[in-house]
């Protein structure tokens, strides 16, 4: 007779080495690709995320802290270059930018209060003037240095951060366009990018508005029929706009031979007022509209007692609705009239 002897077969699980949840990755494998992170080479960078990228998803933790300090080494060798006047010439600019707008709005406001022509009023504005423009002169100076150096270095910087964004995305699996690195993005993800991006904002402005102004200056020396008391005037008037970011004007023919008309009309009839004696001539908008000016004309300042344009905006700018009119934040055109002793300076809008 057979004897069946059943066989049972057991586990025991604590004679089994318990499975890992995480591949242990070499700690001077990560130490390396930590370092390989931080080269300027962009292969070397690549070899080191394909290093991580080898141990799959079970090794994601351990890449994602990695990434994380590889960031945060980023934004130090950042902050070491913004930091440094020499690699950095615009260190200095946000907070002058910051404050010349402050002080815009706060002078502007000065400007455009009526002091009934009170001389200790009319000194202390053309003080605050004074102080706003070595002020401005301060930020131009800075802006015009060459950015170029800073950019590369600051872009080389910029690309590793976008590649760690990349990286993180992977690994948690967030959508996104693989084939694109958005370098500001990734200059946003540490606080000394957020510095730069700043910085370069205030660089941008203060060009855009030097740019704007030198674009008004070369289409008002081409003005042919223009004379250089036209042109030095409204060149004069036009950088002191700039102070408060007001448009800067443009000469229009038409209106200044409505303007030098009535400078004219004043001497040779020995009047000074803003209404002519002469009927069709009565208003600016009749000598505008006489004149073949097509646009709205908005202000009419007169002056007399000297041919020297400064003399002229001294003056008008000593006198509250002169000055206003000057510092308008509306019109875009001017027609500029001197003549003699006299001058007319009217403004309008196209």
Not at 163 to 169: A, F, G, P, Y
Not at 299 to 327: K, L, Q, T, V
């Amino acid at each position: 007779m057979k004897i069946l002897i059943p066989i049972i077969f057991g586990f025991a699980g604590s004679l089994l080495p318990a499975q890992e949840t995480e591949p242990a990755i070499p700690p001077l494998v990560a130490k390396k690709a930590l370092q390989w992170m931080q080269h300027p080479d962009a292969s070397k960078r690549a070899a080191a995320y394909r290093t991580f990228q080898l141990y799959g998803d079970e090794g994601g933790s351990i890449y994602r802290r990695t990434l994380e300090k590889a960031r945060t080494l980023h934004g130090k060798k950042l902050a070491d270059i913004l930091g440094n006047e020499r690699s950095n010439p615009f260190s200095d600019l946000p907070a002058i930018a910051e404050e010349l707008q402050t002080e815009r709005t706060r002078i502007y406001k000065l400007i455009k209060t009526d002091y009934k022509k009170q001389p200790d009023k009319i000194a202390m504005l053309r003080r605050e003037t004074e102080s706003l423009q070595k002020l401005n002169d301060r930020a131009r100076k800075i802006a015009e240095k060459d950015p170029e150096s800073l950019d590369n270095s600051v872009k080389a910087i910029a690309t590793a951060l976008a590649e760690v964004t990349r990286e993180v995305n992977i690994i948690d699996k967030t959508e996104f366009d693989r084939n694109k690195l958005d370098l500001d993005d990734a200059l946003m993800s540490v606080y000394e990018g957020e510095v730069y991006l700043k910085n370069r904002k205030a660089v941008a402005g203060i060009r855009q508005e030097m740019e704007t102004l030198a674009a008004a200056r070369r289409d008002n020396d081409a003005c042919e029929w223009a004379n250089g008391l036209q042109k030095d005037f409204t060149h004069h008037l036009n950088e002191f706009r700039s102070l408060f970011a007001l448009s800067p004007l443009r000469m229009e023919d038409k209106l200044s031979d409505a303007a030098v008309g009535h400078s004219k009309d004043m001497a040779s009839m020995g009047f000074f007022a803003h209404q002519s004696p002469i009927p069709e001539k009565k208003s600016p908008g009749d000598r505008a509209r006489l004149a073949g000016f097509k646009h709205a004309w908005s202000g009419e300042n007169i002056f007399m007692g000297s041919s020297s344009p400064i003399a002229a905006y001294n003056a008008w700018f000593g006198s509250d609705g002169h000055r206003f009119i000057m510092f308008a934040n509306g019109p875009n055109l001017i027609g500029i009239g001197p003549h003699g002793k006299h001058w007319t300076m009217m403004t309008g809008r196209k």
